[in-house]
């Protein structure tokens, strides 16, 4: 009797660590493939470490470059605005 409570005990906790482990392992996986992109799940969960280059300079490596260039500058055409047609009648 004793014994197979015992064991009853044994398989729920394994059963519980095997759920567990599963679950960190998962999460870790979704983690690294797509959900670390996000600059917005990094900043809450407070992950500095990824996507190094993603963060920007600092004051003091930029005071001796050139200002930084955007990569795609398009000229904004301003707008013209034009007057109804009228038509004669």
């Given at each position: 009797?004793?014994?197979?409570?015992g064991l009853t005990l044994l398989v729920l906790v394994a059963t519980l660590l095997c759920v567990l482990l599963f679950m960190v392992f998962g999460w870790y996986?979704?983690?690294?493939?797509?959900?670390?992109?996000?600059?917005?799940?990094?900043?809450?969960?407070?992950?500095?470490?990824?996507l190094q280059g993603d963060?920007?300079?600092?004051?003091?490596?930029?005071?001796?470059?050139?200002?930084?260039?955007?990569?795609r500058h398009r000229p904004k055409s301003?707008?013209?605005?034009?007057a109804p047609i009228e038509g004669t009648t």
């Open positions: 009797m004793l014994q197979s409570i996986v979704v983690w690294q493939l797509f959900l670390s992109k996000f600059k917005f799940l990094r900043e809450l969960v407070g992950d500095t470490s990824s963060t920007e300079p600092s004051e003091t490596e930029s005071v001796g470059d050139s200002p930084p260039t955007p990569l301003a707008r013209v605005r034009r």
